[in-house]
């Protein structure tokens, strides 16, 4: 029997593939090609327009990085606005948090949202059915732009910059998630890697750094985004995202498998590579 196997092509440069065991779900939505896979060494993986997303074995060591920074080291957390996150992931950490009163949820693709409660229902898992959930199927950019809502923490939990996501990148975004956040709040998104995508790293920062006074990346390593190395940014007006708050952690840490005080504090360490090109 011929072996199947999945790959996803990054910019026509590097390759990485995992062996396919059965194919779940496949649909076409007015967005994007969607794709659930069951793999040998993963188990399910959503993929969408070949690129793949998240996994059942490996998606903690991204939503916890990218949730636990900011809603631990905010002054506040009463209100959290995610922007993407069909597959429930983040918004499953963010609510782990008791002191979170309100999320907000806006995903541009209702497909992805119900092939993953459908098909990968451990990474969503009770946040589907928490009250404190809300759900939004629109465009993200054009709700940050359009929203006069004040939020503690924004999460921007958007796929590579291409496709339904191109617009969840940039200066224009940005300038608007800093009016929703006002001074004291958080705005945390993923930044790519700067092993392999240094150039776009750099210009994330760059815009970043035009409508934030502080921005503050920090990385990780996540088996799916096979480059190894992978990166997310902390971005706000006058917090300091590097010290966690203790009863913040000790609330949630006891059930994350990436996240603790020491791994917050040693995330921020930047390679030195890294920290010579932000320092130009």
């Known amino acids: ?82 922007i993407g996150g069909g597959d429930g992931g983040t918004a499953r950490e ?53 929203c006069r809502e ?16 191109a617009g969840l990148f940039g200066r224009a975004l940005y300038e608007d998630v800093r009016r929703l956040v006002g001074d004291d709040g958080l705005f945390a998104l993923q930044t790519e890697s700067p092993a392999i995508d240094l150039a776009l790293f750099l210009e994330m920062q760059g815009a970043l750094r035009a409508s934030f006074e502080r921005v503050h990346p920090y990385f990780g390593a ?11 940014t902390v971005a706000s007006g006058v917090t300091d995202p590097r010290a966690p708050r203790p009863a913040r952690v000790a609330a949630i840490e006891a059930g994350c498998a990436h996240y603790d005080a020491e791994v917050h504090r040693a995330a921020f360490a930047a390679p030195p590579f890294v920290r010579r090109r932000l320092a130009r």
């Open 222 to 232: 996540v088996y799916l985004y096979a480059a190894g190395l992978f990166s997310w």
């Open 94 to 146: 963010v609510l782990r948090h008791p002191e979170v009163e309100r999320c907000v949820m806006v995903e541009i693709d209702r497909a992805v949202v119900e092939a993953c409660r459908a098909h990968l229902p451990s990474i969503g898992g009770s946040a589907w059915s928490d009250p404190r959930l809300e759900v939004r199927f629109e465009d993200g950019a054009r709700f940050v732009r359009e």
């Open 150 to 165: 004040r939020f503690d923490v924004v999460i921007l939990d958007g796929s590579d910059p291409i496709g339904p996501s």
């Open 1 to 82: 029997m011929t072996e199947r196997w999945i790959h996803e092509v990054h910019r026509g440069d590097a390759s990485f593939g995992l062996r396919v065991t059965s194919f779940v779900h496949a649909e076409v939505s007015p967005h994007q090609r969607i794709e659930i896979v069951e793999t040998a060494a993963l188990g399910r993986v959503l993929v969408l327009d070949g690129v793949f997303q998240t996994a059942e074995r490996d998606e903690r060591a991204y939503h916890e990085l990218l949730a636990h920074p900011a809603l631990c080291a905010a002054r506040s957390i009463a209100r959290v606005l995610v």
